[in-house]
C-alpha cells in the first residue's frame, strides 16, 4: 500500500499562508457558482469574476470595503447601461461618444480615487449591460438585473469566506508589522551609527532610507483594520502617529553617514558616554519590539536615556572646561554635532512612541479620526491617458462589433477593455512595450486551451469536472498570486479564459462554434487592444522612469519651497523608488546602453537622502538671537541654490542636454554657512551655552552640507546619463 504524508505534514502544510489562500480563493470560487446555477442566474461567470477582483484584497476590513463599492458601482454602472442603451443605441455617434466617455472616465479614477473599486465595477457593468443589451436595447433592463444578481451573489460568498476560512485581520498584522518596524529600525541604527567608531556600516543607513514604503504599507493596514474594530477605529489617530514616529526615527537613522575620525579628541574623552547613549537608545527600541513591553518597562528606557545623555553632556562640559573644545577642529565638532542630532531626535521619537503607547491603555476617545486619504484628489496624467485610450478602445470595440459582427461579440469587447485598462498598470513594470510581442505568445496559449475544450466537450456537461476545474485552477492562481500585487498581464488573460469557459454553459451541450467564438473574441480583443497600447499614448519603461523622476525632484523642490506636502504626495515619494527599480529591470540593451539602468539606480538613491534630509532638516535650527539673522539669510542662500540646481536636474529630464548646473555657486554658499557656524559655535564656547544645543546646530549645518553634496553629486550623475539614446524609443 502506498505511504501516506504524516498528519503533521498537511497541518504544517496548512499554516501556509500562500495554501490557505489558495484553497479560500477555490471555495469561494466553487461556491459562488454553485449558488448562481442552485438559484438559476443567466450567467454565473460573473459571480465568479467579482470573486477574482474581491479576493484579491485579503483581509477582512478591505473585502467589506471592497464589497460596499463593488456593488454600489454595479448599480450605478448597470442603470447608467441601461439607459444608454435603451435610449441612445439607434443613435451610434452619440452611442458611442457617450459610453466612450462614461467608461474610460470610470477607468481614470479607478487608477487614482479613494473609491477605486466602485470606478472600476461602475465602468465594466456599464460596459457588460451595453454589450448585451445592444441586440434588443428593449429588454436590456434584464442584463441589468441578472449583472446585479451575480455581483450580490460573488459578494456574500467572498465575504463569507474571508471572514469565516482563516481570517486575516489587517489591525492585528498592523501591531505586529509595527512592533517588527521598531525591530528593523534597531538593526538599522546598530549598522548604521558610526558613534561607536568602530568601523563603517553603510548597510543600515540605505536600509534605513528604504523604511518610508514600508510605512506607506502599514498606513494602507490601518486603512483597512479601521473597517474591521470600532474600538481599533477610536485608536486609529494614536497608530498613525506611531507610524509618524518611526518614518521620523528612519529618517533620522538615514542621516548617519559619517564616522567620527579616529583621531579626534571626541574619542578620548566622550567615546565611553557616547557608546553608552547608543546603547540606551537601542534598548528603548528593542523594548519596543517586544510584545512584553510594558509602562514599567518603557519609563524605565526613558530614564536610561535621560541619564545617557546627561553623561554625554557632562563629558562635553569636561572638555569645556579644560579648554580641549576649542583646540577640536570646526569639521570633526560638525560631524559630531551631526550624530549627536540624530541620537537625540531618536531619543525624542521614541518618548513620543511610549506616549502614544501608554495612552492606549486609556478609555477609547468618543472621537473617531479618519484614515487621511494617501491618493490624490484628482487622477495624475498617466491614468488620465489610460481612462482616455480605454475609452477609445472600448468605442472602437463597439464600432467593430455592430458593424462586422466578430465571433465572441460580447467577450471581443470586454477582453478589448481589460487589456488596454489594465496592461499599462501591471505589477511587473513593463507598461505597453511588449503588448505586440505578447500577441503571438497569448493567442498560442488560447489555441491551447480551446483545442483542450473541444476534445473536453463531452466533459463539460459534467458537474463534477466542473467543479474541480474551477477548484483546482484558482487554488493554483491563489497559491501563485498571494504575494503579487496587482493583476499581472498573464493573470488578466488567466481570468478571463477561466470566466469565458464558465459562460460557455456546460449544462447544454457546447458546440465548436461557441468555443470558436470563445477564441476569436479574445484574440481579436488582444489584436485592438495592443494598437491603441503601443499607438496612443504608450507606457514604455524608460518614459515612466523619467516622470517618476521628475516627480521626486518636484517634491523635494516642494519641501525646499516650504510648501507643507499632503499625505499623498509623502506616500509618492516613498513609493517611487520602488516604482522605478521594477521598470528599471525592463531597461537593458539594446533599448539603452551598457550600464545605464545602474547609473538611474544610483541617482534615484541619491534623490532618496535628499528628501530625508529635507524632511528632518527644514525649519528645525535652533539658533541664539544674536546670530539668528546672518544665519537664516546664509541658509536662505544656499536652500535658494540648491532649489536652483534641483530644478537643473529635472529640466535635464525633459531636455537634452540639461540647463547650466551652478556647482560653484553651491559651494561658496556652504562655505560661507560653514563658516558662520565656526565662528559662531566659538561664540557659543564662550558664552556657556549648553554643549549638547551647541552639537545640534552644528549638526544641522553638517546636514545642509551632505545634503549640498548629494545635490551636487546628483547633478554629476545626471551629466553621465545617455537619456537622448532611448528616451525616444519605441521598441516596437
Known amino acids: 500500500m502506498p505511504a501516506f504524508p504524516p498528519a503533521s505534514s498537511f497541518r504544517d502544510l496548512l499554516r501556509d499562508p500562500a495554501v490557505r489562500y489558495g484553497l479560500k480563493f477555490g471555495l469561494a470560487g466553487v ?13 454565473p461567470g460573473w459571480a465568479l469574476f467579482t470573486v477574482f477582483v474581491l479576493m484579491v484584497a485579503q483581509y477582512v476590513g478591505a473585502i467589506a470595503e471592497k464589497s460596499v463599492y463593488r456593488f454600489v458601482g454595479t448599480v450605478v454602472g448597470g442603470m447608467a447601461g441601461y439607459l444608454m442603451t435603451g435610449a441612445l443605441e439607434q443613435d451610434p455617434v452619440l452611442f458611442l461618444l457617450l459610453i466612450g466617455l462614461f467608461v474610460g472616465a470610470c477607468t481614470a479614477l479607478f487608477g487614482q480615487s479613494r473609491y477605486p473599486y466602485a470606478f472600476f465595477l461602475c465602468g465594466m457593468t456599464t460596459m457588460v449591460v451595453a454589450s448585451n443589451g445592444m441586440a434588443d436595447p428593449a429588454t436590456s433592463w434584464r442584463f441589468m438585473t441578472w449583472r446585479i444578481q451575480e455581483i450580490f451573489v460573488g459578494i456574500v460568498v467572498t465575504l463569507v469566506v474571508q471572514s469565516v476560512i482563516w481570517p486575516r485581520y489587517a489591525r492585528r498584522e498592523f501591531l505586529e508589522g509595527m512592533r517588527a518596524s521598531f525591530g ?50 477610536r485608536k486609529l489617530h494614536v497608530y498613525y502617529e506611531l507610524t509618524g514616529t518611526l518614518g521620523r526615527i528612519a529618517y533620522a537613522i538615514g542621516t548617519l553617514r559619517e564616522r567620527i575620525p579616529a583621531d579626534s579628541l571626541y574619542q ?16 528603548a527600541l528593542a523594548d519596543l519590539e517586544t510584545e512584553e513591553g510594558s509602562s514599567a518597562s518603557r519609563s524605565e528606557a526613558r530614564v536610561a536615556m535621560d541619564a545617557a545623555f546627561d553623561n554625554l553632556e557632562n563629558a562635553f562640559r569636561d572638555m569645556r572646561s579644560e579648554n580641549l573644545v576649542r583646540r577640536i577642529p570646526a569639521e570633526h565638532a560638525m560631524v559630531l554635532g551631526l550624530h549627536v542630532l540624530a541620537l537625540d531626535e531618536i531619543r525624542t521619537q521614541i518618548v513620543c512612541a511610549h506616549g502614544l503607547l501608554d495612552s492606549l491603555t486609556e478609555s477609547p476617545v468618543e472621537t473617531e479620526k479618519s484614515p487621511v486619504p494617501s491618493v490624490p484628489p484628482w487622477p495624475p496624467p498617466f491614468w488620465i491617458k489610460t481612462g482616455a485610450k480605454s475609452g477609445l478602445a472600448l468605442a472602437a470595440a463597439f464600432l467593430i462589433d455592430n458593424w462586422l459582427h466578430p465571433p465572441g461579440g460580447t467577450m471581443f469587447i470586454l477582453g478589448t477593455w481589460v487589456f488596454t485598462a489594465l496592461n499599462a498598470a501591471s505589477p511587473g513594470g513593463q507598461g505597453d512595450r511588449r ?3 505578447l500577441i503571438p505568445l497569448n493567442v498560442a496559449t488560447l489555441v491551447g486551451v480551446s483545442l483542450i475544450l473541444i476534445a473536453a466537450r463531452p466533459m463539460l456537461s459534467s458537474y463534477a469536472v466542473m467543479n474541480t476545474i474551477i477548484f483546482s485552477f484558482l487554488f493554483v492562481w491563489g497559491y501563485v498570486s498571494f504575494t503579487t500585487r496587482g ?18 454553459n456546460g449544462q447544454q451541450p457546447v458546440s465548436f462554434q461557441a468555443i470558436a467564438d470563445f477564441f476569436f473574441g479574445l484574440a481579436l480583443a488582444l489584436v485592438v487592444s495592443a494598437l491603441f497600447q ?9 518614459w515612466e522612469i523619467r516622470d517618476r523622476f521628475i516627480d521626486s525632484i518636484g517634491i523635494c523642490r516642494r519641501l525646499i519651497a516650504r510648501q507643507p506636502p499632503p499625505l499623498w504626495i509623502k506616500t509618492r515619494l516613498a513609493l517611487i523608488p520602488g516604482e522605478v527599480g521594477v521598470r528599471l529591470t525592463h531597461l537593458n540593451p539594446p533599448i ?33 538671537e544674536s546670530r539668528a539673522a546672518a544665519g537664516r539669510e546664509l541658509i536662505s542662500q544656499l536652500e535658494g541654490r540648491l532649489d536652483a540646481c534641483l ?12 540647463p547650466p548646473f551652478d556647482e560653484v555657486g553651491v559651494r561658496s554658499a556652504v562655505q560661507a554657512l560653514r563658516e558662520w557656524m565656526a565662528a559662531t559655535r566659538l561664540e557659543m564656547i564662550a558664552g556657556g551655552c549648553p554643549p549638547l544645543l551647541s552639537a545640534r546646530m552644528a549638526g544641522f549645518v553638517e546636514r545642509y552640507t551632505l545634503m549640498a553634496e548629494d545635490v551636487l553629486d546628483a547633478g554629476r550623475r545626471l551629466s553621465e546619463l545617455r537619456l537622448g539614446l532611448y528616451m525616444g524609443d519605441f521598441s516596437l
Open 184 to 233: 528593523d529600525l534597531r538593526a538599522c541604527f546598530l549598522d548604521a551609527s558610526g558613534i561607536r567608531m568602530d568601523g563603517e556600516r553603510p548597510q543600515g543607513e540605505r536600509r534605513a532610507q528604504d523604511f518610508p514604503a514600508r510605512i506607506t504599507g502599514l498606513r494602507t493596514l490601518l486603512e483597512f483594520g479601521s473597517r474591521e474594530s470600532r474600538y481599533f477605529r
Open 268 to 283: 578620548k574623552h566622550a567615546g565611553k558616554e557616547a557608546e553608552a547613549v547608543h546603547a540606551a537608545i537601542a534598548g
Open 592 to 624: 539603452c546602453p551598457e550600464g545605464e539602468p545602474e547609473k538611474l539606480a544610483g541617482l534615484m538613491n541619491v534623490l532618496v537622502r535628499i528628501g530625508g534630509n529635507l524632511v528632518v532638516s527644514l525649519d528645525r535650527i535652533e539658533i541664539p
Open 31 to 43: 461556491a459562488a457558482v454553485y449558488i448562481s446555477l442552485v438559484i438559476r442566474l443567466d450567467n
Open 487 to 504: 493583476m499581472t498581464i498573464p493573470m488578466q488573460l488567466a481570468m478571463l479564459v477561466v470566466v469565458g469557459i464558465l459562460g460557455l
Open 534 to 542: 503601443r499607438l496612443l499614448w504608450p507606457s514604455l519603461p524608460q
Open 647 to 658: 530644478l537643473s536636474i529635472q529640466e535635464g529630464f525633459r531636455e537634452h542636454p540639461h
Open 435 to 437: 503588448a505586440f510581442h
